[in-house]
């Protein structure tokens, strides 16, 4: 069974950090581009990062530039979105999700082309 599963979501002070995982069983997913989006309440969801297979691409919505980075360990299968200095604004729930297999590059926030998606992890920002 093809599944994704993210963790490391919580209740953090702005300016704090988290560091999320998605880790996937049931399919390899070194051959998978990997995309993380959010969803606030009573918004849309909205593509934050994405990563290639091969780790040489990779794409930041511009309120994330500079705060958040994606990396991936394919020998754990999984793959990681490190959030620093966080702000109220970045509250909402996080899903990963992946794109492929053997796609070039990542699509960024196209959503409709991801394949397979997470539950979610909640990430809020507050004091």
């Known amino acids: 069974q093809v599944q994704l599963v993210e963790s490391g979501g919580g209740l953090v002070q702005p300016g704090g950090s988290l560091r999320l995982s998605c880790a996937a069983s049931?399919?390899?997913?070194?051959?998978?581009?990997i995309g993380w989006f959010r969803q606030a309440p009573g918004k849309e969801r909205e593509g934050v990062s994405c990563i290639s297979s091969s780790a040489h691409t990779t794409y930041y919505e511009d309120s994330v530039k500079g705060r958040f980075t994606i990396s991936r360990d394919n020998a754990k299968n999984t793959v990681y979105l490190q959030m620093n200095g966080l702000k109220p604004e970045d509250t909402a729930v996080y899903y990963c999700a992946a794109e492929g297999p053997r796609v070039r590059g990542c699509s960024g926030s196209a959503s409709f082309k991801y394949d397979y998606w997470g539950q979610g992890t909640q990430v809020t920002v507050s004091s």
């Open positions: 049931g399919f390899t997913l070194n051959y998978y581009a």
